[in-house]
Every structure is written in C-alpha cells, then in structure tokens.
C-alpha cells in the first residue's frame, strides 16, 4: 500500500541549531515527493520538491531535502533554524497525475 | 499570480445542515482537490476535479460531494452534517509539469 511516514510527531530543537525533519515512504511507481509547512489554521505552502534529476533539491527559506531511492526517504533539513520556522511540516508523494499521499506531520518547536 | 482563494473562511452549521464551500484555484490551473484535515485524522484526500470531471475520489461516504465549473472554479457541499465533520477544509490546485499542488488558506468548519 502506499503511504508516508513522518516517525517524528513533535520536534523541538533550539534557534540557531541545526534540524532534519525524516519521510520515508511506500509508493510502487516513481514517486515525486514534496515537502509542505504549514503555520497555525492556515494552508500548506510549498517548500521544495523533487521529480527528478538531482537528489539533493533547495527550496525556500533555507530548506533542502535529500532523496534516497534505497533508502525510500526523503528528509527536509536546515543549517540553522529560526524562531519562525516553528510550524508543522508534511511530507508527500504522488506519481504525478493522482492524488497526493500526506504524512502525519511534525510539529516543530523552537526554543529561544 | 493570485494564488488559491477559499470562501469563507470560517463557518458555523449545526448537526443536521448542509453546507457549500467555495475554492477558486490559480489562473490557468485546471485541476482542483480537496482535502479534510483534523486533529485525530490529519490530511484525508475528498476528490479531485479536472476539467469538470471528478478524476479521483478519496474515502469519504455520499454526503460529502463537488463539483467544478468550466472556468475551473470548485464547490464541495456537505449534506446532513455530523459533528466529526468539524475540520479545516483544504483546496488545492494544479497545473503545468508534475503537477504541483498549491494550496489555499482552507475554510474552517464548525459543526455544533
């Protein structure tokens, strides 16, 4: 069946350190993979994606995410986070012409 | 670009009562889905539409249906309302390469 998998459901890291948020997913065809955030009661924004071609993809705000095809992941890291990136964050996979499959997500804390 | 509009933004029904909620995608996008999101189910796929036709449909029992318009405007209408139905409903569009979604603000529903 196909799925993702975020294992982390809370995050908390300090500002200023270093983060890696984890997806891995189960998908039969070639996935294209996507990492969401989403600030409290309001929509998804995009981060980054991947298709193709360079696994190691840079989005906006800081962000990059590495995908593994051996190891089915595709975690979205960042050198050094700030205060407002605290939000949640989602991983998903489609194989491009149907539905999005979500993670759970992971809330991210920031300590000051 | 403007991007995804949804209206309202918030509502209040009560159990019983049916509702329309309105999602007007990106100029030139052709494809639409909606999603549910709660707390205890995250992310649920409700369908799809793409030039009219709904193209994929997610889980969800017969009172929960949409539509699309010929300038890609979406409705999804919720009839004989529960209180589970209570959630923030997402809209997303898509259009061009690989079909990246983008999402609207999304319509928080309360049912009482």
């Known amino acids: 069946a196909q799925s993702v998998t975020q294992p982390d459901i809370h995050i908390t890291v300090s500002e200023g350190a270093s983060l890696e948020l984890r997806c891995n997913y189960s998908?039969?065809?070639?996935?294209?993979l996507f990492w969401y955030v989403q600030s409290p009661g309001q929509g998804l924004q995009l981060l980054l994606k991947?298709?193709?071609?360079?696994?190691l993809v840079q989005g906006i705000k800081g962000f990059e995410a590495e995908f593994k095809r051996s190891q089915s992941s595709f975690n979205l890291r960042k050198p050094s986070v700030h205060w407002s990136d605290a939000a949640e964050y989602f991983c998903?996979?489609?194989?491009?012409?149907?539905?999005?499959?979500f993670g759970t997500g992971t809330r991210l804390k920031v300590l000051a | 670009k403007a991007g995804v509009t949804q209206t309202p933004r918030y509502l209040i029904k009560t159990r019983g009562q049916q509702v329309t909620l309105s999602c007007s995608p990106i100029?030139?996008?052709?494809?639409v889905s909606w999603y549910q999101q709660t707390p205890g189910q995250g992310l649920q796929f409700l369908f799809e539409?793409?030039?009219?036709?709904?193209?994929n449909k997610g889980n969800f029992p017969g009172r929960f249906s949409g539509r699309q318009f010929s300038n890609s405007r979406s409705e999804m209408n919720v009839s004989t309302l529960e209180l589970g139905d209570s959630a923030l409903y997402l809209c997303?569009?898509?259009?061009?390469?690989?079909?990246?979604?983008?999402f609207g603000p999304g319509t928080r529903l309360l049912v009482l």
């Open positions: 997303a569009s898509s259009g061009g390469p690989q079909e990246t979604q983008y």
């Open positions: 998908y039969g065809a070639t996935p294209y």
């Open positions: 991947y298709f193709s071609g360079d696994t």
């Open positions: 998903a996979v489609t194989s491009g012409t149907y539905k999005y499959i």
């Open positions: 100029s030139g996008h052709r494809s």
């Open positions: 539409y793409f030039s009219e036709t709904q193209r």
